[in-house]
């Protein structure tokens, strides 16, 4: 009886030990997934904001 507790107790330690692990890594892989989305917008915001100056600086030449 003592080594089929002591087994339970093993089994019952790794499987945690594995589920917490798999959980740990889905987090990670959403959480790359949201940072990769804001990298992104921040990229297109940085592109509109070039655009913008660029088209600014057509209106300023076109004034003079």
């Known amino acids: 009886m003592e080594w089929v507790q002591f087994i339970i107790f093993f089994v ?3 499987g945690l030990f594995i589920w917490n ?3 740990s ?3 990670v ?3 790359d997934a ?3 989305g804001q990298r992104n917008l921040m990229n ?3 592109n509109e904001m070039k655009d913008f ?3 600014m600086l057509e209106i300023e030449k076109g004034r003079r």
């Open 21 to 23: 692990r798999a959980e």
């Open 53 to 55: 100056h660029f088209r």
């Open 34 to 36: 949201k940072l990769e």
């Open 29 to 31: 892989r959403h959480m």
């Open 12 to 14: 019952g330690v790794f």
């Open 44 to 46: 297109e915001i940085h």
């Open 25 to 27: 890594r889905a987090d």
